[in-house]
């Protein structure tokens, strides 16, 4: 049998992040082949994600950032079962190094950054690899990304959430403002031109059934529902939404106020079980 040796177990466990005994158990399976030890737990982590494959992964990371120049951003979600792992250093970082990836690619959906390459494999064989060690199902339960001239990037404390707002002009302070705003207040579009023509139709139906309770006139509610269907847009839409730090004005007017004509093209917000 081949001598397996503590240096030989601790280098694979570096390449690999599994822990020492799987990592000695591969190598001795393999007979010391390196390149073989490293299938061998690869193989592992296919059998545990196939047997893992309908539990919930509900916990996990999630994380925003952008290119050096600003005009590219992506926020990601990685999801594992418990919040215990979420937490751990070493799952922040691949969520990190799984983003990084990302936005040096420039991966425009989800599907494109699975088929990207990391560590010899592509992201998702990491996945399928990360899952025998980590022992969870582990996926990439969402993706998005913002083109702009500017891109501002906010992260929740946490990592449960993250977002991210494109600006017609590089705007740091205002954008991170912005990309505040729109975690803490979900909103449902940019603006109210945005809103799908079917959310509209809901609202005012709403809107004319609690008149309808309220016993107001047939002929009003149409009108009253109209109204409301204006205060959803306040409250919903980002750019008309009361500013959080100061509520005398909403988001259009706030950006305004910081340099004229700057406004918000595009935003996007990703928290856990979205």
């Known amino acids: 049998m081949t ?17 020492m005994m799987d990592c000695k158990k591969a190598l001795q399976e393999a007979e010391g082949n390196f390149e073989a ?25 999630v994380l925003a950032a952008t290119t050096a120049d600003n005009s590219f951003g992506a926020v ?14 070493s799952y922040i970082t ?10 040096e690619g420039k991966a425009a959906d989800k599907d494109a950054l699975l088929a990207c390459t990391i560590d010899g494999m592509t992201v998702a064989e990491k996945l399928t690899e990360q899952t025998g060690v980590i022992g969870e199902k582990l996926e990439i339960n ?43 207040m979900n909103p449902v579009s940019l603006n109210r031109d945005s809103v799908s023509a079917e959310v509209i139709e809901r609202e005012l139906e709403v809107g004319r ?42 988001i259009s007017k706030y950006l305004d106020s910081v340099k004229s004509g700057l406004t918000v093209t595009e935003f996007k917000r990703v ?4």
Do not use: W
């Open 142 to 184: 969402g993706y998005e990304v913002v083109n702009a001239p500017f891109v501002a990037p906010y992260i929740h404390a946490g990592n449960k959430l993250a977002t991210l707002v494109g600006m017609n002009e590089e705007a740091a302070e205002a954008g991170r403002n912005v990309a505040m705003q729109a975690a803490a």
């Open 271 to 274: 928290g856990l079980g979205m």
């Open 76 to 89: 990601l979600s990685l999801n594992c079962e418990t919040d215990f792992v979420a937490k751990n250093e």
């Open 209 to 250: 059934e609690q008149a309808r309770e309220e016993g107001k006139p047939e002929a009003m509610l149409d009108k009253i529902a109209q109204g409301r269907l204006n205060k959803f847009f306040k409250e919903s839409t980002l750019l008309e939404q009361e500013y959080i730090r100061d509520n005398k004005m909403n």
């Open 94 to 103: 691949l969520t990190k190094s799984i983003l990084d990836l990302a936005i």
């Open 3 to 19: 001598k397996i040796t503590a240096a030989d177990v601790n280098k694979l466990r570096k390449q690999t992040g599994a822990g």
């Open 37 to 61: 030890a490293i299938d061998i737990l690869r193989t592992k982590g296919q059998k545990i994600a196939a047997k893992r494959a309908d539990r919930d992964a509900t916990e996990g990371c």
